[in-house]
Nanobody
Framework: QVQLVESGGGLVQAGGSLRLSCAASGRTFSAYGMGWFRQAPGKEREFVAAISRSGGTTNYVESVKGRFTISRDNAKNTVYLQMDSLKPEDTAVYYC?????????????????WGQGTQVTVSS
């Protein structure tokens, strides 16, 4: 079992930056593929970014490429999402997810564990 706790959300102006963190419990963090997803009001949860267990492979949704960066520190059991040049359309609850298979999948249903989410609000 893995427990995930997100932090770092908040209110920021358009063009600003935030860094989300996701701390994972357990000794097998380095074996998990990790992902970030988001859900805006009235919309379905969507994939944002993913990283393989080694950190060697990353994937991003097209709308955040060049602005967001996913990374991980296996020694700290933590995955990060650096978000730069934020836009109002990035406003959502952001969720961290872990996958027992260590690849960087973009598919929501392939993740086994989820955090509670952290709110990101970008004002115009």
């Amino acid at each position: 079992q893995v427990q995930l706790v997100e932090s770092g959300g908040g209110l920021v102006q358009a063009g600003g930056s935030l860094r989300l963190s996701c701390a994972a419990s357990g000794r097998t963090f380095s074996a998990y593929g990790m992902g970030w997803f988001r859900q805006a009001p009235g919309k379905e949860r969507e994939f944002v970014a993913a990283i393989s267990r080694s950190g060697g492979t990353t994937n991003y949704v097209e709308s955040v490429k060049g602005r967001f960066t996913i990374s991980r520190d296996n020694a700290k059991n933590t995955v990060y999402l650096q978000m730069d040049s934020l836009k109002p359309e990035d406003t959502a609850v952001y969720y961290c997810a872990a996958r027992r298979m260590g690849t960087a999948t973009t598919i929501t249903t392939e993740y086994n564990y989820w955090g509670q989410g952290t709110q990101v609000t970008v004002s115009s």
